[in-house]
């Protein structure tokens, strides 16, 4: 059975309930967005399915395995997680912070495979001409993209990506989607969490809608960026242009 999985996942943090029997699919082939209002469970639900965070009830197989029965250098060389920004990365050179996505393959060194994956990922994020720099140095924007590229450079079939595109300008975000387009196209799965919704219009094959700990529905974007469901989970009317969804004003304010 290939593609991971999570069937049924209940978690509760803190004494409040944040995912409520939680049953999502990423296949190898496709990119999911995982969207919905602030606190809905998005981060959650990918933590969860990247193995950082255990669940109360319910389980994650991946490629029919359960996730909290691997190795764990096994599961980051099968699973590679790209979180929303945290704590302010090190001064270390933003190559030499790109290669330690390598560290999952230390079992199996191979130095020219290791060289070419950063290689790979400094020039899908556009970072070619910021090897060189300290990485604290970096704006917002291009530390979302540095994070972005050690999370390419392990190389992971499958790739869980939260808000990565949130602090880029629109020449970056969109360079961003078209990456995980060709992911896809070349077998991965990616599941990535999004707030801009024309986005996961454009560039997602399916959408996973989710609002206070549940999945609330999924499928293509035409089925799930309707009218109604943008109102009811967002409480905001939309604007349909080229048949992009644009939020458009707060339900009850004039359109
Ligand atoms: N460690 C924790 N302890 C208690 N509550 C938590 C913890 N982590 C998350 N939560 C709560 O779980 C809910 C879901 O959080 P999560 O970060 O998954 O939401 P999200 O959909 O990713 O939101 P956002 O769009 O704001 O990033 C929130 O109400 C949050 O306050």
Redesign the pocket.
Known sequence: MTGLFARGVTLS??G?R?LHDAHVALAAGEVVGVI?P???????LLRVLAGLQGADAGEVLLEGRALSAMMPGDRARRLSFLPQEGVPPPPMLVADLVALGRLPHRGARNDVRDHAAVEAALAETGLLDLRDRPANQLSGGERARLRLARALAVEAPYLLADEPVAALDPAHALAVMASFGRLADAGRGVAV?LHDLTLAGRFCHRLVL?RDGRIVAQGRPAEILTDAAMRAVYGVTVRRVDDAVVPWSLTGEPA
């Open positions: 943090l803190g409040r944040v919905g602030n606190g809905a469970g998005k981060s959650t969490v989710m």
